[in-house]
């Protein structure tokens, strides 16, 4: 944009220069010395235009790194829910619910071979199961489950 401004000005200097009456010397000197300011004020223009480029070129990546930043934190706040509503329904279930990270880490134990059977602790777990009281019905588990997460703004 401003090359073809110098471009024209350059080309209205020459013009002008045709143009000069060679007979009076002290217009020819002023007329040169305006084209020189005019040339002068549009290379500050040129360098005033460049720094406001740069300028918003880094508030344009200042800008960016905040979005990124609110993502994370978004992210971070998410993962605390899932965490938080993980551990009530561990609470109110029978089976442990794991999540993938620590599901990758129950996949590597493997049936120890070389250990011996501890029966005792089996038999126990047998005469005790008929007199642990588990709940009614389903109904009930599920009501104090959304109690639970009502309790922590999950839901």
Same mark, same amino acid.
């Given at each position: 944009m401003f090359e073809d401004f110098l471009k024209n000005l350059s080309a209205f200097?020459?013009?002008?220069?045709k143009e000069k009456d060679f007979s009076?010397?002290?217009?020819e000197d002023e007329n040169e010395r305006s084209t020189e300011e005019s040339i002068k004020i549009a290379q500050k223009a040129i360098q005033e235009k460049d720094i406001d480029e740069e300028n918003s070129e880094t508030e344009?990546?200042?800008?960016? %790194? &905040? !979005? +990124?930043k609110e993502?994370?934190? #978004?992210?971070?706040? %998410? &993962? !605390? +829910?899932?965490?938080?509503?993980? #551990?009530?329904?561990?609470?109110?279930?029978?089976?442990?619910?794991?999540?993938?990270?620590s599901s990758a880490s129950n996949l590597n134990t493997?049936?120890?071979?070389?250990?011996?059977?501890d029966f005792s602790s089996v038999?126990?777990?047998?005469?005790?199961?008929?007199?642990i009281q588990q709940p009614t019905s389903q109904s009930d588990r599920i009501g104090l489950l959304y109690e639970n997460l009502k309790k922590q703004n999950l839901i």
């Open positions: 200097k020459n013009e002008v220069d009076n010397t002290s217009t344009n990546v200042i800008k960016n %790194l &905040a !979005n +990124k993502e994370e934190k #978004k992210e971070d706040g %998410l &993962a !605390n +829910k899932i965490k938080d509503i993980e #551990k009530v329904l561990t609470a109110f279930s029978d089976k442990p619910i794991t999540s993938s990270k493997g049936i120890q071979l070389n250990k011996p059977i038999v126990a777990k047998g005469y005790v199961n008929p007199y």
